[in-house]
């Protein structure tokens, strides 16, 4: 997918990233960046630049090695001069220095970013200059990346990106893991005890009555003290909703889904961020198997019910035993999407027991016409339904599960008022850059991540 | 500015809007909607119907008038049929329907969407149903346009999108505006309390120390109990901070925003949204207004103590005398935009008093390098800064201020460890979206606003 660049009046100066493109040898140029390394010779110094536009930076040649006396490692510096062909690799340039600015000192000695100290750990403290880091700095540019990838794709399938809500009388049913807002009980802020919200679902559909195709990146926000590799408290989330018509269920959403799931990983394959995280990795199985993903054969699809079926053949031994009607768990997702499949693997129509009320039944009386997407290493990335459109249903659904009441009659009326099929998912952003930058940790998929016990900035 | 549309293998049906581009005169389609109308004719009936993807809908016309006797406003429907030229208007399609199938009904008696109820009161009572409006869509395609361009412009310019954190330790330097998390004292969530953000500026400050350029489009907070129609306690911020190695300084920064706004405004004012949103209007001189401001011609540019000059000079009978180290008042701001310069105007160099300790002392000793950008009807839509780049003038500073202590030590570090010159602005997406829409409460620019005492979904 492809950007059309604007017209511009006013011009900043172009990044490291641009120079291949807007540069020439012999041109003078001034590039601004901080310090990576320093490397002092006799005759001749060398310095790598960064400003965080790209992986590589660029290297500084310094003829008068004096130059290079101030330098140090986190300083930021203008440096002006002229673009030469590097010797070593013919289609780079470098930059021959004959005047630098130091913009900001750094002292070696104290500074939180030395090779010796990249511990994950360390930079979790010192997340205030992680970006600073070759391999947070390409995480960002993936994320700034999706979302334009994003953008495109809904855009040309017909949806509206929209701001769904973020503070909201909606307590996810009471299920205890929504933050609150700290009110005066007496006389609350809006009136009413205010959450956080944990998923835009429920505020998308409204809008989808309107729009008929709506989607957004929304931050969620999750109370649980959970300290896995793969929750947050505080996440951003892709939800989508939209009208079907034609009753394609859970096939046609599965198919928007991978369809723009491989729209969105093409783009990122063929990106500088991808290859910057992944040239690191010594192990490049993970990244064939995400590229062998991108191919034209469609992803594997089955129900829940053979899911389980080839669960308990496998002759695995289970910590928990697979069973119809239990959900399943990260040793089951894993071995679903890793050995058996060795792929993405769309599992369908989960029991109605495992999954909440706004879904919709099977003719089978037993299942819901609903979809995770499992995806090796990750696990879960995507969810997704039909979501209930009869009003009569839906209530009695609703009174079910406990979440009737004024409080909900919105959502009930949006049936009542001309409401029509629709389907729509969710997926964890984070999750997502986990998946396709081979991170493993969404902490490390975010710039300040947030969970139990740990707030920094 | 242009998108290039990928390569799909699943596409959705065609949106009404999308119409005109895939479909040709005497093509069979189906097209789902919900019901705006129904003329009922003796030989032949017609409906409007819309799905949201423009402001104008679809013409459908029945030959058979049974097809439309279950018809009522509200109502989602499937129509298959034939395009045909609308014998009125040359370009237009209409669909000439043989097939109904009605997938929602709505009772018109009870249907809160009713042409004589449509007073903004009564819509926002009714959130979950108002984005079926013709105004509320096309105030929320406006907005997902906005995006778009905005995407566009801040790629070219090198900058990375990057989300940065809802939940944070800063509590706005005390102000006691901030929102706070309901948690448990002995055993907090986060090990510390956390609040929503009222700006991204901070942590913004902190991905620019590595990747050199950024912006978000982030939700903020803040806990007023204003009730202006400029104010919400939940909004939508752009922000953006960038490194300024020439030092360009306020100049600079009055450019890139000039530049991005005509960038931006340029866009939306080609597409749908903008016109189905003005043609409405009775009066066209705030339209003709906005086209006005996308000329060449560099906006007003003029420093706070000349304002106050041509305030005083003006001979207005303000309510708040003019006087130089006051803040300027909605009223003057009001004057200077829609009277005095009559376009948008950049007010720069404020006195140091006015504006919080991170702007950048101007040589005069009295003034900061800053600025805000005032337009007719909105008032302040941008604020920005130079921020003090010099780690002991920071620290003199944030001491003076009482924002000094363990908490803050990350962002001293931030020029301490190689900072460098730079500059950055905050837009409310909100007031963007009053100004270019001619809406003029933020209530209605936003799908579901919140303020003091109000809450929905």
Chains 1, 2 share one sequence.
């Not at 110094?45 to 930076?57: E, L, M, P, Q």
């Not at 002229?82 to 220095?97: F, I, T």
């Not at 017909?158 to 503070?167: D, K």
């Not at 089955?302 to 119809?324: K, R």
Request: hydrophobic share 40%; charged share 20%; aromatic share 8%.
């Amino acid at each position: 997918m492809k950007w059309t660049v604007p017209r511009l009046s006013y011009k900043l100066p172009p990044t490291i990233a641009q120079i291949p493109k807007s540069g020439r040898p012999g041109q003078e140029i001034s590039v601004t960046g901080f310090i990576r390394s320093v490397r002092r010779q006799k005759r001749v110094s060398f310095a790598v630049i960064s400003d965080g536009s790209n992986a590589s930076g660029l290297q500084a040649v310094f003829a008068n090695s004096s130059l290079v006396d101030n330098l140090t490692n986190g300083a930021s510096a203008r440096f002006s001069g002229k673009l030469v062909e590097s010797p070593g690799k013919k289609q780079d340039l470098e930059l021959a220095v004959d005047q630098v600015e130091v913009l900001g000192a750094c002292d070696a000695a104290t500074y939180p970013i030395q090779k010796q100290t990249l511990s994950v750990e360390h930079l979790r403290n010192n997340l205030h200059l992680r970006s600073r880091t070759t391999r947070t700095g390409a995480m960002l540019r993936m994320r700034s990346q999706l979302m334009k990838s994003m953008f495109l794709y809904f855009d040309s399938q017909g949806f509206q990106f929209t701001h769904t809500p973020i503070l909201t009388s909606n307590d996810a049913e009471g299920a205890g893991e929504t933050f609150s807002i700290a009110d005066d009980p007496e006389e609350p802020f809006f009136g009413r005890p205010a959450h956080l919200t944990v998923s835009a679902q429920l505020h998308l559909e409204a809008l989808m009555a309107g729009l008929s195709r709506v989607y957004t990146l929304s931050p969620c926000f999750r109370a649980e003290h959970s300290q896995t590799n793969r929750h947050l408290a505080e996440f951003w989330m892709l939800e989508a909703e939209w009208i079907d018509a034609s009753r394609e269920g859970v096939q046609g959403l599965c198919s928007l889904v991978e369809d723009s799931l491989k729209a969105l990983a093409a783009d990122i394959v063929a990106g500088e961020p991808f290859s910057a995280l992944w040239d690191t990795h010594k192990d490049d199985t993970r990244r064939q198997a995400i590229l062998a993903c991108l191919d034209a054969a469609p992803w594997r699809r089955m129900t829940y019910s053979d899911a389980v079926e080839h669960l308990i053949a496998s002759g695995v031994q289970f910590e928990h035993t697979p069973t119809w009607g239990s959900g399943l768990q990260s040793e089951h997702e894993k071995w679903l999407a890793e050995q058996f499949v060795a792929g993405p693997v769309f599992v369908t129509d989960y029991p109605k027991s495992l999954k909440p009320f706004y879904m919709m039944e099977n003719d089978d009386g037993k299942t819901v016409a609903c979809f995770d997407l499992l995806v090796p290493h990750v696990g879960e990335l995507v969810g997704g339904s039909v979501r209930e459109a009869r009003p009569d249903v839906l209530k009695a659904k609703m009174e079910a599960a406990g979440v009737s009441g004024k409080e909900y009659e919105w959502y009930q009326q949006l049936r009542e008022f001309g409401g029509a099929p629709h389907v729509g998912y969710g997926m964890g952003f984070e999750r997502l850059v986990s998946w396709l930058s081979g991170i493993e940790n969404v902490r490390e998929c975010v710039a300040m991540p947030r969970w139990s016990g740990k707030m920094l900035l």
